[in-house]
Structures are given as structure tokens and as C-alpha cells.
């Protein structure tokens, strides 16, 4: 079995390494007698139907079968207030040097204290669809929040008969399971806009008075991708997607990008059938840095409705809807309107089985990783050969937030910011990123390049570009004598596409893109004075330094 979950009585022991004082206060809770557990997905299902406020709508969820659910069950909606994204200054880790892990423990005990007349729900999942990598997670919250549970359920693998057979025979680690208390009812004084307790070390966290899915979706895959950083793995916020050829070597691509940048479109084209293609996942997923294999983490996808208008195929495989429209239609029957009309970032757990050419495990070692970017200063496509500046273009990602983000009062969505490896869930220092993915490029061998999805210096660059710059990658058509040197640049080249013409002796645009490699190097120096005790490999900055010097 691959984490541990019970414990021989010579094992109960303080100066246990898997027992902290966050995951006592934290796995305690689950025992009470206040807590039901949940015991498949059709009684997780009937729980949400019946929540006081979930809308029932005349639309079915197909594959109630192979999905646990009852026979005509159909799609379910329930809709939130003001905050409709993750908040992510709600987090905060007890290992972090610059908390008070005291502090944090204390108001911890007393948030979940204060909880103790509700009546509880609690459910175990799998994260991890293969042997080689599973990890059994519990999840415990209100009952009055039985649909966040059953969408819980439904993202990841339920811990059915089937899980429990593939998990009998997975690989073990050295790790105990994951715990996850979730209460949006309780508001702490001191975090009065959330709290979110994490305690990456012992696969445990806790939420408070924030709502939105997404919180425990991310919450939990920030512990299991911790996991995996320790395992030989390399943690991935993103898409991968396999071509495979009879004629030629297969090709594994990987894509990383915020919300919204095009990972999921990139991953899911299918190009009209023409290829042989499989989809791991478009959100998260691991690759093994020993023979460069792929795992992905959860069976179905957590999209926005609003990528999907009414009458798209899509919609057919939605399940558990939030902040999204309710009307009806011509027959009186409740539908949705998939737009977003009602608010921004509308949700929903969409099923498998909308991706007919999903695995759940990738044997094709990985070819080579896209960084996609929002940075005007960057052509459509760039290829970078030194493995030093692919790994610090990756941890200087510059892209722009996103609707699924609750950002400040007034915060320019048009402002460019750096996300590392497009990660905003790591429970670990960046260097370890940085050394995992750079192993990805000199022990795995794969190529590195970058997409600029936004515009490039003023012209946008559509979805149709980049999309068919990856089939022509892939195939064949473009090879790496296409590439030209861009500029003095070592192991760096751009290919040269009609419309979107490069000009490095033009010194405006020498201008622009050095003041974007000098926005990337201020990030790591800014991190490295945060960081005094974690900072990011030294060599990230000489490179940079040496782009700039270039262009100066």
C-alpha cells in the first residue's frame, strides 16, 4: 500500500516522524462522533441533492455506472457569494521559518473546537491513478456542505472496490495518508478573510470559512505534489498530451500555464482524428525523473463553464456545477447558462469521459516541455537548447491572473507577473523545482521551448497559430534546422513565422525584451531577499545577467 494510515503500538510515539502536533489536531477530528462517514458515491450524491440550496436540473449525467451514481441522476449547481476564486493569502504553512507555527497551531485547535456542535461528513479518495504512484487522501467538512463533498469525490478516485485493488498493489512510500479538514462555517478572528493551515511534511491541512472548490481541489494536490518532489518525481501544474507513431519515435509534450493560458486547449486538440493521440491530464499530473514516465492525478477535470456554450458536446459530461447560471428552457426543463452571466470563473467537475484518449499513466518518456507565457516581448515560439535557461525560463514563467484567482480590490488583470513553473500550490522552496525540472532536460534528455499565447509586440498571436506550431512539432514538419538564432543568444532560437517578423537590431525592441529579462532577474533577487535560507540556484541569475548584458 503506498502511505501508511495505522500504526503498531510501538509506532505511537511522539518523536514519530510522521506525527506532528497540526496533523494530531488535524486527524483527531476525524474520529468524532459527530462525524459520518460517506460510503459511496450514490449515498455522496443523494447527500448534495438534498443540501439546502443545490438547484436539480433537468439535464443528466451521463455514465451514472461507471461513476457510482444513481441511475438518472442528474447534473447538480449551487452558487456562491462574492468570492468566486482561491485565496491565496489565506495559506499559511507551519514549516514556513517566517510564521509562528505555535501561533497558527493554536488558533488551528481552537477553529476546529469551535465546530463541534455541527454535524459532520467524511470520505477517502485516491490521488494518483497508477500503481506506481497513489496516495490515499481523507476529506472531512460540514454536512451542510455535502456538494462541495460529492465534488470532492467525483475529482478524485473514490475509494471504491476497484481503488482498493489497485492500491493494495501500488507502490509503498514511507508516508502517511493525507488528511484534509475543510469548514467554511468557521470564521477565525485573526484571518478574518480565511485560513488555510498546511503541514506539507505530514500530508495535512485545513481550511476555514472559505468556500470555493477550488480551495480544497488545489489544497490537496499541493500535498500530494510535496509527496511526489520527495519520491523522485517532478510535480506538474499543467497538460500532457502523447502522439504516436508507427513510423517514427512517440512524442510526449507537456504544457504549463495558469488558468486561461491554453494548457487545456493545447492538451485537448485532437487535430480532426488525423493522429493517434492520448491525453494524460490537463491540470496535474507527475513525471518520474527516473525513466521520465508520467502519472496523472485525478480521473476528471475542474473547467470553467464559460469556455463551453450551450449545446457544446462538452457540456454532456458535467456533473457538480458552481456560480453558474439557472434557467429554463422551451419545455419548461432547468438548464444551465454556461456563459459566464451570472459572475465570473463558473465551474464544473466534468467526467473522464470527455476525453476518449485519456490515460491515467504515460510510459512515453517525456520529449519535451512548453513554458506558456503571456509576454509580449517573446515571439509565438522559441527554442531554448541550454538546460540552464530553460529550467530559469520555467522559474520566471511570466503570465497575467485569472478570473479563478480571489486577487485584491483593484488588481490590474493585465499586469505581468512571474509564477514559477506555473505553481502557485508548491509546499516547497522553488529550488526544489528548479532541480527537478532541470533534471528533466539533462538526465531525461527533453527539449525545452516557450509559447507566447498573448500578443507579440502588439499583434496577437491566435489559438490557431500556437495549436498548429504543436502538430507541426510533432509530425515532423518543423525541425530543429528551422529555428534561427535569436540573435547572440546562447541556445536560444526562434522560428520565424509570417506576420510576426523578430527584429533584435531594432532597439526598442532590444528595449522591451531586456526590461522583461530585467523584471525576471528583479523576481529572483526579490525571492532570494524573502528566502534568505531557501534561495533559488545562483545560476538563474547569472543567466539572466548575461541576456541583459547582451542586449545593453
Request: charged share 25%.
Amino acid at each position: 500500500m503506498s502511505t501508511k494510515e495505522r500504526y503498531s503500538q510501538d509506532e505511537l510515539r511522539k518523536a514519530n516522524p510522521m506525527f506532528s502536533r497540526t496533523r494530531a489536531t488535524i486527524e483527531s477530528a476525524f474520529y468524532g462522533n459527530n462525524v459520518h462517514e460517506v460510503t459511496s458515491v450514490a449515498e455522496a450524491y443523494n447527500l448534495a441533492k438534498k443540501q439546502s440550496g443545490v438547484i436539480v436540473t433537468d439535464l443528466p449525467i451521463l455514465h451514472t455506472k461507471e461513476l457510482g451514481l444513481p441511475y438518472g441522476a442528474t447534473q447538480l449547481i449551487y452558487n456562491h457569494g462574492k468570492i468566486l476564486g482561491r485565496t491565496a493569502s489565506a495559506r499559511h504553512f507551519v514549516d514556513n521559518p517566517n510564521e509562528d507555527a505555535e501561533a497558527l497551531n493554536g488558533n488551528l485547535r481552537e477553529d476546529i473546537y469551535k465546530g463541534h456542535d455541527q454535524k459532520y461528513l467524511k470520505a477517502t479518495v485516491l490521488v494518483g491513478l497508477d500503481p506506481s504512484f497513489t496516495v490515499k487522501a481523507h476529506i472531512m467538512m460540514p454536512e451542510d456542505q455535502a456538494f462541495n463533498l460529492l465534488s470532492y469525490i467525483l475529482n478524485f478516485h473514490f475509494f471504491d472496490e476497484e481503488a482498493e485493488k489497485m492500491y493494495a498493489k501500488s507502490k509503498f512510500y514511507n508516508e502517511p495518508d493525507i488528511y484534509f479538514y475543510f469548514d467554511p462555517n468557521v470564521q477565525d478572528e485573526d484571518y478574518p478573510k480565511g485560513l488555510g493551515v498546511f503541514d506539507a511534511p505530514h500530508n495535512c491541512a485545513a481550511v476555514f470559512h472559505l468556500r470555493y472548490f477550488g480551495e480544497l481541489k488545489k489544497g490537496t494536490l499541493t500535498l500530494a505534489w510535496a509527496i511526489a518532489h520527495r519520491h523522485g518525481y517532478t510535480a506538474c501544474h499543467g497538460g500532457e498530451k502523447s502522439f504516436h507513431f508507427n513510423d517514427k519515435d512517440d512524442k510526449t509534450f507537456a504544457f504549463y500555464g495558469l488558468s486561461g493560458s491554453g494548457k487545456s486547449t493545447l492538451t485537448h486538440e485532437m487535430y480532426d482524428g488525423k493522429y493517434d493521440i492520448t491525453v494524460l491530464h490537463d491540470d496535474a499530473f507527475i513525471i518520474s525523473r527516473e525513466d521520465g514516465s508520467s502519472v496523472a492525478l485525478e480521473p476528471s477535470y475542474f473547467d470553467k463553464t464559460h469556455d463551453y456554450p450551450a449545446g457544446h458536446h462538452e457540456t454532456k459530461y458535467y456533473t457538480t456545477i458552481m456560480n453558474c447560471d439557472v434557467t429554463l428552457d422551451e419545455n419548461g426543463k432547468k438548464v444551465i447558462v454556461t456563459e459566464d452571466l451570472r459572475n465570473n470563473n463558473g465551474r464544473v467537475i466534468k467526467t473522464r469521459y470527455t476525453s476518449p484518449h485519456r490515460v491515467d499513466f504515460e510510459k512515453s518518456p517525456i520529449t519535451a516541455l512548453f513554458w506558456i507565457m503571456k509576454d509580449g516581448s517573446l515571439p509565438p515560439i522559441i527554442k531554448i537548447d541550454d538546460p540552464v535557461l530553460a529550467t530559469t525560463m520555467g522559474c520566471t514563467l511570466a503570465t497575467k491572473r485569472t478570473s479563478a484567482e480571489n486577487l485584491p480590490k483593484g488588481f490590474d488583470m493585465n499586469t505581468l507577473v512571474i509564477e514559477p513553473f506555473a505553481d502557485p500550490f508548491r509546499a516547497y522552496p522553488v529550488s526544489g523545482d528548479y532541480t527537478d525540472f532541470k533534471e528533466l532536460f539533462t538526465k531525461r534528455g527533453a527539449s525545452c521551448y516557450s509559447l507566447n499565447t498573448d500578443a507579440f509586440m502588439g499583434k496577437d498571436i491566435p489559438k490557431e497559430v500556437t495549436k498548429k506550431l504543436i502538430e507541426d512539432l510533432a509530425n515532423g514538419n518543423i525541425k530543429d534546422s528551422d529555428f534561427k538564432p535569436f540573435g547572440n543568444f546562447k541556445g536560444v532560437s526562434y522560428l520565424p513565422i509570417d506576420g510576426y517578423e523578430v527584429h533584435l537590431e531594432d532597439p526598442e525592441y532590444q528595449k522591451t525584451l531586456a526590461k522583461r529579462m530585467q523584471d525576471r532577474l528583479n523576481w529572483l533577487n526579490k525571492y532570494d531577499e524573502e528566502h534568505p535560507e531557501t534561495p533559488i540556484q545562483d545560476e538563474a541569475k547569472k543567466t539572466l545577467e548575461a541576456i541583459i548584458k547582451e542586449l545593453s
